[in-house]
């Protein structure tokens, strides 16, 4: 686990959560910057398991995939990652929660802020989708950044955007750049534009 910021005073805590076979290096220089330093930010290792889609390697996934679809994925594996979450903020005393993650990490916090009785203040999906669960015609209010490729080769743009659709989200800021299944500078100000309005 990735820690910065954790000894000044800050505004809030960000949990971000990294994408299939990183870990939490992955996202230091895109959070290691001035912009960041009044944020507590917790960047936590997703557990070593044996995913589907790329021959049961074993590599560091919130959760298995057997497709790109993303068909077929496990709720227990979603339910086993959030007690990682619940961790985290029960180990910090934070007034303010963010959440957020890239591509698999987006979806977890999706999945996260959809089902947690714990109070999150925003979410941030980079590159991600809602899992296909049941969530019981839930309603949310929580405010939402959504960003996604139009070129994404790993996550459809119109798979991830039609995910949405099984949540009546009311405060969902969707955005879409020129790009694939990565991250551009613009988004840095995405982020920090949507922070100060929390």
Same mark, same amino acid.
């Given at each position: 686990?990735?820690?910065?910021?954790?000894e000044s005073?800050? +505004?809030?805590?960000?949990?971000?959560?990294h994408?299939? *076979?990183?870990?939490?290096n992955?996202?230091? /220089?895109?959070?290691?910057?001035?912009?960041?330093?009044?944020?507590?930010?917790?960047?936590?290792?997703?557990?070593?398991? /044996?995913?589907?889609?790329?021959q049961?390697m074993?590599?560091?996934?919130?959760?298995?995939?057997?497709?790109?679809t993303?068909?077929?994925?496990?709720?227990?594996?979603?339910?086993?990652?959030?007690q990682?979450?619940?961790?985290?903020?029960?180990?910090?005393?934070?007034?303010?929660?963010?959440?957020g993650?890239?591509?698999? *990490?987006?979806?977890?916090?999706?999945?996260? *802020?959809?089902?947690?009785n714990? +109070?999150?203040n925003?979410i941030?999906?980079?590159?991600?989708?809602? /899992?296909?669960?049941?969530?019981?015609?839930k309603n949310?209010d929580?405010?939402i950044?959504?960003?996604?490729?139009t070129?994404?080769?790993?996550?459809?743009?119109?798979?991830?955007?039609?995910s949405?659709s099984q949540?009546?989200?009311?405060n969902?800021?969707? +955005?879409?750049y020129?790009?694939?299944?990565?991250?551009?500078?613009?988004?840095?100000?995405?982020?920090?534009?949507?922070?100060e309005?929390?």
């Open positions: 686990m990735l820690q910065l910021n954790k005073h800050t +505004k809030a805590l960000i949990i971000w959560l994408g299939l *076979g990183a870990d939490s992955d996202f230091f /220089p895109f959070f290691n910057i001035k912009e960041f330093k009044n944020y507590h930010i917790v960047i936590p290792n997703a557990p070593l398991r /044996p995913v589907s889609l790329n049961n074993l590599m560091r996934a919130w959760f298995d995939m057997k497709n790109l993303l068909e077929h994925l496990n709720e227990s594996d979603f339910i086993d990652s959030s990682i979450i619940d961790k985290i903020i029960n180990n910090f005393n934070h007034d303010k929660v963010i959440i993650g890239f591509s698999q *990490g987006a979806a977890l916090s999706l999945y996260y *802020g959809a089902t947690s714990n +109070k999150i925003g941030v999906c980079f590159s991600g989708f809602l /899992p296909n669960f049941s969530y019981a015609h949310m929580t405010p950044l959504k960003i996604h490729g070129h994404d080769e790993i996550i459809d743009i119109k798979v991830s955007q039609q949405m949540i009546n989200f009311s969902l800021n969707s +955005k879409s020129n790009m694939g299944h990565n991250v551009v500078n613009e988004q840095i100000s995405d982020f920090l534009e949507f922070l309005k929390l």
